[in-house]
């Protein structure tokens, strides 16, 4: 079987060089103002596909041969996981070749951007935690956007229809089909139980919507991603939603 791979990047030297000088003041939106909206970018676009009151999950489009720019998050942690097609993803430092149902946990500071290398683009999903879409240092921009905030009225669209919209609200057994992937959600307060449940399903990628848990290889907290048959769980501390991510076998929604 292939090995998946979801890496972990953290602040570097370069990175905190680059960051020396830029002073830095969020505008603190609420995030509610982006619900149901797709916001079109140069490399694509993207739009809001779960929030609660600590994270944001997005859904990307990138177009192949585009990239996001070389950005930074100061004050929050990014998790990436690629849904289809193939692309890389750069840092300061390095490279990361990205494939299906593999990522990158981003620690928050490190420049990095995604470019598409497949012939129909890239889907991703970019966890945010905490929530702050105007938490942005563009370094590099292939599109002259450097000195810009996230976005700009005019690339803000209602038409949802004409990009597929999903939501998945934050409660327990919700799921939406996108492509070949079924998202839902679960609790958990005994690790007896989620082990059953990661040892039954199909092998696929969880993420932490609120709780942690903890596994011989390290906590995983909210706004982490990790694959569901990699990992040795030890101790569920307090309640903990989780979106699964599992593949199925045809493509639902086009």
Known sequence: ??????????????????????????????????????????????????????????????????????????????????????????????????????????????????????????????????????????????????????TKENNITRELNKYKYQFIEDEVGEQILFKTNLLKIADYSEIEVLDEDLKRGSPGVGAILSGKIRTKEGEISVGDIFHTKKINLLEIPQKTRILFLERISKEQND
């Open 1 to 150: 079987m292939e090995r998946k791979k979801i890496s972990k990047i953290e602040i570097s030297k370069k990175d905190l060089e680059n960051l020396q000088d830029f002073k830095f003041e969020s505008i603190k939106k609420n995030n509610n103002e982006y619900l149901n909206l797709v916001i079109k970018k140069p490399w694509g676009y993207e739009y809001i596909l779960f929030q609660n009151h600590k994270i944001a999950i997005w859904l990307l489009h990138i177009s192949k041969g585009h990239s996001t720019s070389m950005h930074c998050h100061p004050n929050k942690k990014t998790s990436l996981l690629l849904l289809s097609g193939e692309g890389i993803c750069t840092t300061l430092n390095q490279q990361t070749h990205l494939t299906e149902k593999e990522g990158i946990i981003i620690e928050k500071g490190v420049f990095h951007k995604t470019e598409a290398l497949s012939e129909g683009g890239v889907y991703l999903i970019e966890i945010e935690t905490p929530i702050d879409k105007e938490d942005l240092f563009r370094l590099k921009d292939n599109y002259a956007r450097e000195k810009e905030s996230y």
